[in-house]
């Protein structure tokens, strides 16, 4: 006997059905000491590797660890030694079992670069992590290419994966990235209010993009910033600023003694050999020219 083939209408009946029953349905109040059912939804698996190079400051140390605990599907390291080149993040991603990655780079333990990066593929950007109080006007993401892909890696990088288990059922802060002086500038905000009042809680940085690479950290380059100036140039040109003051300085002393000629005129030295002088006015050596006789 031949199978009865199954309509369109049976088909869908069959997906609602399959659908509620996989629903899960939270309670209208939770309470904080009531433990979270575990959902075993959780198909994104989504891992960041967050961790940095020796030398970094505090203040790195400090963003690092704000970082990893605003992101739940972080993961820690230990510091990675200078020696090493970039490449081996990827295999220690792939240790770890990371597919993104967070990586500040220290240099002469005054500057502070971040790289982030889709292990072990690419594509990969490479930040100058600068401090700013700008006040954010919007986004604009989406006016140029380079502007684009660097949205799309911020949001498979700050985004929390759906059921995640170490997420929660509730949302109480916004991430903003915001494009201003050819920069992005981050913000991260708590949900005060069911009307959507907002507090500033940090932490706060600008990002001063300077590559972007097809690769994991290298590869054919595919977009380079011209306006980015490096702190070793940026500190260079204060010194030639604080260098050339001091020269225009010796250069107006100079001219000053040019200008003022400690004689008006030409003098003839034939005029002081008649001009006696007094045994009284003499002065220095010429008081030796002078004999008093007893």
Request: proline share 6%; with cysteine.
């Amino acid at each position: 006997m031949a199978k009865k083939k199954r309509t369109r209408a049976d088909v869908e009946k069959e997906e609602k059905a399959s659908q509620k029953e996989n629903d899960v349905h939270l309670p209208t109040t939770i309470s904080s000491d009531e433990p979270l059912k575990k959902i075993k939804k959780w198909i994104n698996k989504e891992r960041v590797l967050v961790f940095s190079s020796r030398g970094v400051s505090y203040r790195a140390r400090h963003l690092m660890k704000d970082l990893r605990t605003l992101m739940p599907h972080s993961k820690a390291e230990s510091k990675m030694d200078k020696k090493d080149q970039l490449f081996v993040v990827n295999e220690i991603c792939e240790m770890k079992n990371c597919n993104k990655c967070i990586f500040f780079e220290a240099k002469k333990r005054k500057d502070l670069y971040m790289w982030i990066a889709n292990a072990p593929r690419g594509p990969s950007v490479k930040f100058l992590v600068e401090n700013g109080l700008y006040i954010l006007i919007g986004n604009t993401f989406d006016s140029e290419p380079h502007w684009t892909l660097m949205k799309e890696l911020f949001t498979q990088i700050f985004s929390t994966p759906n059921y995640h288990p170490k997420s929660q059922p509730f949302y109480d802060n916004v991430y903003t990235f915001s494009i201003h002086d050819n920069r992005i500038w981050f913000r991260n905000y708590q949900i005060l209010e069911e009307d959507g009042s907002l507090a500033e809680i940090g932490p706060r940085f600008v990002l001063n993009p300077i590559r972007m690479f097809s690769g994991s950290f290298g590869g054919p380059t595919l977009y380079q910033n011209p306006t980015f100036v490096s702190p070793n140039e940026y500190r260079r040109s204060l010194k030639q600023k604080v260098a050339m003051k001091y020269i225009d300085k010796l250069h107006s002393k100079q001219a000053r003694k040019d200008r003022y000629l400690p004689d008006s005129y030409k003098m003839d030295p034939t005029d002081e050999v008649f001009v006696t002088i007094r045994p009284e006015d003499a002065k220095g050596a010429d008081k030796n020219t002078f004999y008093r006789v007893t």
